[in-house]
């Protein structure tokens, strides 16, 4: 279960709002938290305002097929004798 979670920088004096996810820690045998920043809290309005934007899973690409082909200068050399001969036909 999460929950927000709100602290003030003592430095600066802004309100930050943070996700925190709560979960058992078995080394230790004690609860912790994982905070994540969701943005600042507006003074006025009190409402959170984003720090930066968040990708969406609709505009991630996902790369379904990679490939990397070494060549050393022998399959160079032939590839260009083929074609030299080809021209000379």
Not at 23 to 37: F, G, I, L, M, T
Request: include cysteine.
């Amino acid at each position: 279960m999460s929950a927000i979670v709100y602290q003030t920088n003592k430095k600066t004096g802004i309100k930050y709002a943070y996700e925190s996810q709560s979960y058992w820690d078995k080394e230790k045998k004690q609860s912790r938290a994982k905070r994540k920043c969701i943005g600042k809290v507006d003074p006025v309005t009190g409402q959170i305002v984003p720090t930066r934007k968040r990708k969406s899973p609709a505009t991630q690409v996902t790369i379904t097929h990679s490939a990397r082909y070494f060549y050393g200068a022998t399959y160079l050399l032939t590839v260009l004798e083929k074609c030299w001969v080809s021209l000379l036909t």
